[in-house]
């Protein structure tokens, strides 16, 4: 369409590259005649391209109508003149309708491939910028060689949701179906080189791809040289998606090459590899940035290198970002350096554990606030330069295991060190259930799982044998904007894009903020005479869990209790409520075989996060709960079988947030 406008600037820059090399060629002492005689023909094809199209027969129409005007003003005109003026014009009006309508049929046929797209792939933008859908489909789009993208574009997956709109976790896998569309390659190569063939200049900027919604799975062996899932030489933006099973010498899922940026955002990085450097992200320099993500189980082959590895102090001038960063990422489970970086990277809110090191800076200062840096290893922090006494902030408010090589600083810094034993072990244990070991089983982060958001994270945990919120080394132990404390605040939000505290109450340190849960709340569902229904109490307690039974006096006062110090508060009216010895269940049943109606009642329960609250009220959460009973040759409930103790579906009907504050 632009060749036929007379508008391409692809053939105009052809023209004057063509032109320069002929001019470069020519001044030479003893030019190359074939050379010479190749420019010449190139340049006459293009001018007669550029000449044939809709702007050039405009203007040359523009000038005919002129010329003639000219000659009829004379007082004596030039008859065959005017009349050759008149031929051309008419000439040239018929060209120009030509094109027109060659332009009209190549639009309706754009249109028309726009709204048909190709193998799942649509356009839905006339613009300048491709914005493509890729449809999810029922097996993956293999490729059978790397794809070149050199346009700007934007390649949206049409995730699917759940019935209420919200999304699925990354990782969700109890459907038949992928949840978004997923590239993967057929054979040993990589998946996609993003570069226009220009180098990124201040007149030639990068391009930018972005990619949202869409998943790419390697080949699993080793993949390519140089970015087993992506070799990127642009400006490139991944969102909401699973990197995994890519193989390369450097950039195991992604290289991120010279003068390019890189900037991801709520995806999962897993199960690449790396056989010289960078695991997961190999960045030529210092030009990338990876928000509210996981990097878990990549492996880095050759020792002493990187999961994610920045291979330079330098940073490009045309980052799409203010700074290199690492803010609310959950680097953990990997065989490597979690990040081993040479240039400056601000670190802030991460979690980095269970790695070989946790970060190494190779002899640089540190930019890291907020984060827990523990149980790698060989090493939290490796090879940091000694922080200056010169009053700048370098490593506050962060926690890592004693003796793994984190600095200290100054008192005003704030950082932990645990012992990683006792009260302060980092990680609990699985049940039996492969669920995170409930109270009081010991443990400061649980095991990486699904806890809120669209990745997996460790959700840090109040122990039980805490007797205060300070006791805890992880929450509340954040920046503080108060004299006398030094830091950089936490992220508005923690890798779940839940809220932080950053005002009243201090943020928690790593890449999840708990979430109080302390929610007044209405449980229900029907039943017939003659069944039983089960309620859990641990129902959106947030992040926090049901107190164990032996605690419960500290709050309640001397007495014997269940699980989550659960007590009845209003009896049913119709019904008995009894409650299981093991679960704390609240079992509810009904005494009247004759009763057709609305069955009330509440119970109470505190947890480890609400024994803490300022107000005495505040310690204990009462649920009410609303059963419509039905006599028994009433329909039988479709949730419910008759004495069934299963944990049956609950329906949820209100929630309202209870008024409470952490203590500081």
């Known amino acids: ?97 030509t094109k027109n309508e060659e332009k009209t049929v190549k639009e309706t046929e754009m249109k028309d491939y726009r709204a048909k797209g190709l193998y799942g792939c649509s356009s839905i933008d006339d613009g300048s910028s491709e914005v493509i859908t890729l449809l999810t489909l029922p097996t993956f789009y293999s490729l059978d060689a790397p794809i070149t993208i050199n346009f700007t574009a934007t390649i949206n997956g049409n ?33 996609l080189i993003i570069d226009d063939g220009k180098a990124n200049t201040q007149t030639t900027p990068a391009i930018s791809v972005a990619f949202n919604n869409v998943d790419f799975m390697g080949c699993d062996q080793l993949c390519a040289t140089n970015g087993g899932l992506i070799l990127n030489k642009e400006a490139l933006t991944i969102i909401n998606s699973i990197l995994s099973k890519g193989q390369a010498n450097l950039g195991g899922a992604i290289y991120n090459d010279t003068n390019a940026s890189l900037f991801i955002k709520e ?10 450097d960078g695991a997961a992200i190999y960045s030529a320099l210092n030009n990338f940035a990876l928000e509210d993500s996981l990097v878990t189980n990549n492996k880095a082959n050759a020792v002493n290198t990187g999961v994610i590895s ?41 979690t980095i554990v ?54 200290a600083g100054v008192a005003a810094n704030n950082n932990v060190f645990i012992s990683n034993t006792g009260n302060e072990t980092l990680f609990a244990a699985l049940d039996s259930n492969n669920r995170c070991a409930a109270p009081p089983a010991l443990g ?9 958001g669209l990745t ?32 950089l605040p936490c992220a508005t939000t923690d890798q779940r894009t839940l809220p932080r505290e950053n005002g009243e109450n201090r943020c928690d340190i790593g890449a999840v903020e708990i979430q109080t849960g302390l929610q007044a709340y209405t449980q229900g569902d029907d039943i017939v005479f003659g069944q039983i229904k089960r309620f859990s109490p641990s129902e959106n307690l947030g992040d926090a869990e049901l107190l164990p039974a032996e605690y419960c006096s500290d709050v309640l006062g001397s007495g014997t209790y269940l699980k989550g110090c659960v007590r009845l508060v209003d009896p049913p009216k119709h019904g008995s409520v009894q409650f299981d010895s093991q679960t704390a269940e609240v079992v509810y049943s009904t005494n009247n075989p004759n009763f057709h109606g609305f069955d009330k009642f509440s119970y109470s329960i505190v947890t480890t996060l609400s024994r803490f609250s300022d107000a005495n009220n505040d310690k204990i959460l009462t649920t009410a709960v609303k059963v419509v009973s039905e006599p028994p040759a009433s329909l039988e409930s479709k949730t419910l079988d008759n004495g069934s103790i299963n944990i049956l579906s609950l329906l949820m009907l209100s929630g309202l947030l209870a008024a409470w504050r952490r203590s500081r």
Do not use: M, W
């Open 1 to 97: 369409i632009a060749v036929i406008s007379g508008s391409s600037l692809t053939l105009s820059n052809n023209l004057a590259n063509a032109k320069k090399d002929l001019a470069t060629e020519q001044a030479k002492t003893s030019p190359d005649a074939t050379k010479v005689a190749q420019l010449n023909t190139t340049i006459n094809e293009l001018t007669l391209k550029i000449n044939a199209g809709i702007f050039a027969l405009n203007r040359k129409l523009d000038e005919t109508e002129d010329a003639l005007t000219k000659e009829q003003n004379k007082e004596t005109p030039d008859t065959a003149l005017i009349a050759t003026y008149n031929a051309t014009i008419t000439q040239l009006k018929a060209n120009i309708a």
């Open 159 to 191: 995730a699917i949701n759940k019935n209420d709109g919200t999304s699925f976790t990354l990782e969700e896998n109890s459907l038949a179906l992928p949840l978004r569309p997923i590239i993967k390659a057929s054979g040993n190569h990589s998946l």
């Open 267 to 276: 995806s999962v990085i897993k199960e690449n590899q790396s056989f010289t």
């Open 310 to 350: 920045v291979n330079s102090t330098a940073s490009s001038l045309f980052n799409t970002f203010t700074l290199p960063h690492i803010s609310n990422v959950t680097i953990s489970s990997n065989e490597g350096i979690g990040v081993s970086a040479h240039g400056e990277i601000l670190f802030n809110n991460n």
């Open 354 to 407: 269970n790695n070989t090191i946790g970060v190494r800076l190779n002899n640089n200062l540190p930019l890291i606030y907020n984060s827990i840096i523990a149980g790698n290893s060989q090493a939290d922090c490796d090879l940091f330069t000694a922080l200056p006494n010169d009053g700048k902030i370098y490593f506050t408010n962060n926690l890592s295991v004693q003796n793994k090589g984190c600095p």
């Open 444 to 452: 400061l982060l649980c095991p990486l799982g699904e806890f809120g």
């Open 456 to 487: 997996k994270t460790h959700k840090p945990r109040l122990l039980a044998q805490y007797t205060k919120l300070s006791d805890s080394p992880i929450v509340n132990k954040g920046f503080f904007q108060v004299a006398g404390n030094l830091g």
